[in-house]
């Protein structure tokens, strides 16, 4: 089995070596049907290929030829027989070459094929040069010409002409692009060289003739000379010296040497041959310049065919030596400064000079650093320089074009000045520049037209047209000044920086202004003024740029305005330099009309305008819709494009008139006097609609249309005259009125006539029972008057009235009417009613005419106009009276006041003159208003505290206009206020009798006109207590207290409870003085008043307390109230009793609340204690909050106050010392009461 195996693998495998061998066999046929093999033409020239067909499936028409994979141009194919076929490619080029085939067409069978070769034959090579480094390796150089593009093969061969024949191969040729090189380790010196250079390739063969002689002694390059040094360095000169390269024999050579150097300023070098010495003196050099210097050598041969034999130069120069550097000494610099003078008017007499120049170059400056001095000298009418007046300004080592503006003040407009500058080292200076800055009247003009054009991104040409003569003085240009600016960014600010400037001659009238290429768009201002012999004109600007592109950013703070009901008003802030990116062509507007400026939504139809010129800020749209929102939004373009949208700006338009006029006009009469008009409003009002006006023409008015404000709404009612034709039309307004509605007609049915006029008494004859009356028509008759009805009753009769009828026609239109008997006179009432008659016959009686009052039976009183004047004759005489009567108790009231009040002890305030301020320092710290009093050269008692606070506004600054009042009072419910009651039903001795004036006017101070407290009209002014405001939790009053309140006539509160058990009854009684303040607030209310009780009674004789003279401490202290018995630290009043009686008052030198403990949500003090107690409850009493309120607040007032001397019981109480304490730390002020004042 396995021999079997292996037998028929041996045969499938010698099977496949059979068909492999036939294959290649068929394919070398295949390959030999293209002839020629290996082919090479020449450019410009045509070639031909050949292609035998050997097979019997097709002939030579089926075949195609190809070039690489396309198909070859069927005109260059020619069939020659069925089994030939030729292809010739005519004008042979380099894309000729490669490979073409020979293929069926129908299958693309492969037949033959072969690469095709292009070339040149090669070109005759040309020696170009040899050369010797140091007599050491030698190599030489041919041209080979023209590229031959196919492989060529050089040979180079040589002899020596030294008779022997011998002919040598180039030991070492190398062939590059465009040479062909041949190189020698060695140079054979002084033997002559015969060189042939042979090309050949597969075109043809060229070689050199005639040859070439070569000697290799005249191509030699020496090496670098040694050290190469300088000496003697001065400002201008120096020494160079240098020795012999190494290598060379001196004694076949002669070397000539060459000194070459350029200075850091110029990079081209000069050349100073030093002949065959080893050293050379440079000189004119520049001072404090860096210089570079270079050394090298040439070779020498004798030229023998000259008479004598002379040294020529054979050979190269060697490279130079290492470059020495060297710097000559400083020196004064050099040349003048380039400077001009731009000068700007800032002031109607003065200008702003600003110095501009150039610094020296620095070959000029001749140090490492100058100074550029500034010399100021004004002249003077003669001309003369004035010395006194003459300014240096130093400015230090300025290295860029730079420019400094002087002050100012220096420079008027009738003077003429010089300005000089200079620039200084350590060593010297230069001549001064000098310039003119002339009258401002002499400026030369500017130039006209300045024009820009940007040839590239780099160049802008400036134009102009000449200037004319200056103003005074025609003289001629000197030229012109041109400068440059760009806009960029310093130290994260945009600025204008100077750039450059330069001097134009006066014929120029262009300037190309260079070097100004950017990365970015950037935009550049320039500047051309005239220069002349008198000084230097106004520039003229323009702006441009070198490299555009789309404007950058948006829009800044864009502002829409109404500018009427048409049109908007935009403005908006320039668009910022660094954005612009080119000239702005201008800017574009996008407006659109929206429902409201809150409206979100995008617009759907947006208009455009555009704002041209690129300076402009503003422009007003027009064509808008009256009262209709408009959403705007601007951006600048230029050439390239626009810039983003700026943030939207909305407006609403102005309102004007309706457009259209109301429509569906509809009347109804409701009454012949009234009728009801309706109608639809306009469908464009154009605003908010303020009032309709109705044209109403009538019959009645048939020339003057009546013209009525009907209002804004509708239906509305008018009224019209009965049996009247109307013909009315309707108009809206806003702002202005819209057109008229169409009209619409109706005609008024017969109504009832208004009022005739009153009866009037005629003159005719009549009885004493009668009269005869004239009557007249109403003013509107609403129809025909048929007939009058006159009526006539007694006065104050409660019978019906009697009539009589009159008829409308009677004429003349009177009556008589009879009153019948009477008795006695008797004032009788008479009146009149029209009375018309409708269509259907319908009686229509009129309104009631005025009354004719008549006195019948017994004498008559002429007319009802007695009656008037004598009311009016009463109320005048009423008010004189009451006019005198309050004279008289103006002027008389202290004295009325003594004489029903008793006074007590209390300090006494001196007569006040009128021009006297008994305010100014003794209350100074109290800052009360300034009010004057003067009661008939009397001195008014104060007699206690109350008192002094009822003075002008004290106690309303106390109660009402304190800052803690609102913070500590607690404000809830609104209540009524407490009635007041009569006078005559109050206490005895109330004190509110006397009133006091809230008047703050000088001329008026004793005003008693207003109860105590505010006036309800200043209350706003006054204070910031709510009117009416009850005090306590939750709107209830604790149990047996009355209820209190605060109006704004002053605090009304009611009692709050007795001090003891004797004490009587709360009432409504409105608070006198700070005793009654202070018992408000529970927690005080045991020590301000003493209460009822048997000490009382003894003291006072009298059971009930007098409250109005009684402010006392309680001391009972037989029976002290619990948890109250520490008496209080401050002392209020203690004068009690009758005139005249008192008991003993617990004075002290003055009022102190100082130490009144004060708690919060607790109404007593615990015993013992002088410090407030730290239990706090929540919330706090009412009363707690006050107490708070009253210790903050009272004690400016009540601090020292001491009172007069007085008696009591017997006792004389001490005066108070005449000095007045200092007591600055504790805000404490002074009364003294020595009878008189002192200020």
Not at 476 to 504: D, M, P
Request: a negative charge.
């Amino acid at each position: 089995m396995a021999t079997h195996s292996a037998a028929r693998c041996l045969l499938v495998v010698s099977a496949l070596l059979m068909t492999t061998a036939q294959a290649w066999l068929q394919l070398d046929v295949i390959k030999n049907n293209v002839q020629p093999k290996s082919p090479v033409a020449e450019i410009g020239s045509s070639f031909t290929f050949n292609c035998t067909v050997n097979q019997s499936s097709f002939t030579a028409d089926d075949v195609i030829w190809k070039h690489y994979s396309k198909r070859v141009s069927p005109e260059w194919q020619h069939v020659v027989n069925p089994t030939l076929v030729q292809l010739v490619i005519p004008n042979i080029t380099e894309s000729s070459k490669g490979n073409y085939e020979c293929r069926s067409r129908r299958t693309d069978q492969y037949i033959g094929g072969e690469r095709l070769e292009v070339g040149y034959p090669p070109d005759q090579p040309r020696f170009e040069r040899c050369q010797s480094d140091n007599l050491v390796a030698f190599t030489c150089w041919w041209n080979r010409g023209r590229d031959p593009l196919i492989r060529t093969d050089y040979n180079l061969t040589y002899t020596f002409n030294d008779g022997s024949g011998q002919q040598y191969v180039c030991p070492d040729l190398k062939v590059s692009e465009d040479s062909v090189a041949c190189h020698w380790g060695y140079t054979s010196a002084g033997l002559e060289h015969r060189f042939i250079l042979t090309a050949e390739n597969a075109l043809g063969s060229k070689q050199t003739w005639p040859p070439t002689y070569i000697n290799p002694g005249h191509f030699v390059k020496p090496a670098i000379v040694k050290n190469v040094r300088t000496s003697n360095v001065g400002e201008s000169e120096l020494t160079v010296s240098w020795q012999y390269p190494d290598g060379l024999d001196d004694s076949y050579f002669d070397l000539s040497f060459q000194v070459r150097y350029w200075s850091e300023w110029d990079q081209s070098y000069k050349e100073r041959n030093a002949s065959m010495e080893t050293f050379l003196e440079l000189r004119d050099l520049n001072p404090y310049t860096e210089y570079t210097i270079c050394v090298r050598s040439h070779p020498l041969a004798k030229d023998y065919s000259a008479e004598p034999p002379t040294l020529v130069f054979k050979g190269y120069w060697s490279d130079c030596a290492s470059n020495i550097t060297v710097r000559t000494q400083p020196a004064a610099p050099s040349g003048q400064v380039e400077a001009w003078l731009l000068v700007t008017k800032e002031s109607t007499d003065q200008r702003t000079v600003k110095v501009l120049w150039k610094p020296l170059p620095p070959w000029d400056r001749h140090s490492e650093g100058v100074d550029y001095v500034v010399t100021y000298e004004p002249r003077s009418e003669g001309g003369s320089i004035v010395q006194s007046e003459r300014r240096t300004f130093v400015f230090n080592n300025q290295t860029t074009d730079s420019g400094e503006t002087l002050p100012s003040a220096l420079f008027q407009d009738e003077r003429t000045y010089e300005i000089l500058i200079s620039a200084n080292n350590s060593i010297g200076r230069t001549s001064d520049t000098q310039m003119t800055v002339p009258k401002y009247q002499d400026t030369p003009t500017a130039p006209t037209d300045l024009s820009s054009e940007v040839i590239d991104d780099d160049t802008v040409q400036l134009s102009w047209q000449p200037v004319s003569a200056t103003r005074s003085d025609p003289t001629r240009s000197n030229g012109y000044i041109v400068f440059w600016r760009e806009w960029v960014e310093v130290l994260s600010l945009y600025q204008w920086v100077e750039k450059g400037w330069a001097h134009v001659d006066s014929s120029q009238r262009t300037f190309d202004v260079r070097g100004l290429s950017v990365t970015k768009p950037t935009r550049f201002k320039f500047g051309v003024l005239a220069k002349t012999a008198g000084g230097f004109g106004t520039p003229v600007y323009v702006d441009n740029y070198t490299r555009i592109d789309v404007p950058q950013g948006s829009v800044e703070d864009v502002e829409v305005n109404p500018a009427g009901p048409n049109s908007l008003t935009v403005t908006w802030k320039p668009h910022a330099l660094q954005w612009r990116n080119g000239l702005l062509q201008g800017y574009r507007i996008h407006y659109c009309q929206v429902a409201s400026c809150d409206d979100v939504n995008q617009c759907s139809d947006i208009g455009e305008v555009n704002a041209l010129g690129e300076d402009t800020i503003s422009h007003q749209l027009g064509g808008l819709q009256p009262f209709t929102s408009y959403r705007v939004q601007v951006q600048a373009f230029n050439t390239e494009g626009s810039s983003d949208l700026s943030d939207p700006a909305c407006i609403q338009t102005e309102e004007s008139a309706p457009l259209d006029a109301p429509t569906n006009l509809t009347f109804v009469i409701m009454e012949p006097n009234v009728v009801t008009l309706d109608w639809i409003p306009p469908a464009t009002p154009n605003g908010v609609i303020t009032r309709y006006i109705a044209e109403i023409n009538s019959t009645q008015n048939p020339t003057d249309p009546e013209i009525r404000d009907l209002g804004v709404n509708m239906p509305v009612n008018i009224p019209v005259h009965g049996v009247t034709s109307y013909n009315i039309s309707v108009k809206a307004c806003t702002v202005e009125c819209g057109p008229l509605s169409e009209p619409i007609s109706f005609k008024t049915p017969i109504g009832a006539p208004g009022a005739p006029g009153p009866p009037i008494k005629s003159q005719a004859p009549s009885g004493d029972s009668s009269i005869v009356l004239k009557l007249s028509a109403p003013d509107d008759t609403n129809g025909p008057i048929h007939h009058y009805i006159v009526f006539y009753q007694p006065q104050n009769s409660t019978a019906m009235a009697l009539n009589t009828t009159v008829s409308a026609q009677k004429d003349p239109l009177e009556v008589m009417v009879d009153v019948g008997n009477c008795e006695g006179p008797v004032t009788y009432n008479f009146w009149v009613r029209a009375v018309n008659i409708d269509t259907n016959g319908k009686m229509l009686p009129g309104e009631k005419s005025d009354v004719l009052e008549q006195e019948m039976c017994g004498g008559a009183i002429p007319g009802g106009t007695s009656v008037t004047v004598t009311i009016i004759v009463i109320v005048a005489a009423l008010v004189v009276t009451l006019l005198f009567v309050g004279f008289l108790f103006k002027t008389n009231k202290d004295r009325l006041k003594k004489k029903l009040f008793p006074h007590v002890p209390g300090p006494a305030l001196p007569y006040y003159d009128e021009m006297i301020d008994p305010y100014d320092s003794t209350y100074s710290q109290l800052n009360f208003p300034t009010i004057n009093y003067s009661y008939n050269n009397e001195k008014e008692q104060v007699d206690n505290i109350a008192d002094f606070l009822n003075k002008g506004f004290e106690r309303v600054h106390l109660v009402q206009n304190d800052a803690n009042m609102n913070s500590t009072m607690p404000i809830s419910d609104t209540v009524d206020k407490v009635d007041k009651k009569p006078l005559e039903d109050n206490a005895p001795d109330d004190r509110r009798s006397s009133g006091y004036s809230t008047s703050t006017d000088p001329a008026d101070p004793s005003d008693n006109s207003q109860p105590k407290g505010l006036d309800p009209k200043s209350q706003e002014s006054a204070g910031s207590i709510a009117p009416y405001t009850k005090l306590g939790e939750n709107g209830e009053n604790p149990p047996g207290q009355g209820q209190p309140s605060v109006s704004p006539e002053g605090i009304e509160l009611a009692e709050m409870g007795a001090a003891s058990a004797g004490d009587p009854p709360a009432q409504d009684n409105p608070i006198q003085d700070v005793a009654d303040y202070l018992k408000t607030a529970d927690g005080i209310m045991d020590y301000v008043r003493m209460g009822a009780g048997g000490d009382y009674y003894r003291k006072s004789g009298t059971e009930t307390p007098d409250y109005l003279q009684t402010y006392t401490l309680r001391h009972d202290s037989a029976n002290p109230a619990q948890q109250k018995a520490k008496p209080m630290d401050g002392y209020v009043r203690a004068a009690v009793g009758k005139p005249g009686q008192f008991v003993e008052p617990d004075y002290k030198s003055r009022y102190s609340l100082e130490s009144l403990p004060v708690t919060s949500g607790s109404s007593g003090y615990k015993s013992n204690e002088s410090q407030p107690s730290t239990t706090v409850e929540e919330p706090p009493s009412p009363e707690s909050q006050l107490k708070n309120y009253i210790s903050k607040s009272m004690p400016n007032i009540l601090q020292g106050f001491p009172f007069a001397p007085a008696t009591v019981a017997g006792a004389t109480i001490p005066t108070p010392i005449e000095e007045i304490p200092s007591h600055q730390a504790d805000n404490t002020t002074y009364i003294k009461t020595a009878g008189e004042m002192k200020c």
